[in-house]
């Protein structure tokens, strides 16, 4: 099993930023994909980014030039920093990881974006 805990969330003006970090736990198998995923009321879960252990990424086109995703494999740790915030990221933010086996989620952290 894998737990996965997410941090960083929050309430910010449009135009402001965030950080957020997701930790991993327990049985991790290497050559995995991390990201994040996030979902608005309303709405489907979506991606948002995603980074594989090799450095390979895969964005949403709504976020790309604004968010970056980055990992620390030792650390078994995965960020996303979210630049020129927009009303419409507002969410809950989920993290991913998926490997050959399985795929684990976080229990989300919520960014709500005032206007």
């Known amino acids: 099993q894998v737990q996965l805990v997410e941090s960083g969330g929050g309430l910010v003006q449009a135009g402001g930023s965030l950080r957020l970090s997701c930790v991993a736990s327990?049985?991790?198998?290497?050559?995995?994909?991390m990201g994040w995923y996030r979902q608005a009321p309303g709405k489907q879960r979506e991606l948002v980014a995603i980074?594989?252990?090799?450095?390979?990424?895969n964005y949403a086109d709504s976020v790309k030039g604004r968010f970056t995703i980055s990992r620390d494999n030792a650390k078994n740790t995965v960020y996303l920093l979210l630049n020129s915030l927009k009303p419409e990221d507002t969410g809950v933010y989920y993290c991913?990881?998926?490997?050959?086996?399985?795929?684990?989620w976080g229990q989300g952290t919520q960014v709500t974006v005032s206007s």
């Open positions: 980074m594989a252990s090799s450095s390979s990424t």
């Open positions: 327990g049985s991790i198998i290497g050559g995995n994909i």
């Open positions: 991913n990881m998926r490997n050959i086996a399985r795929t684990y």
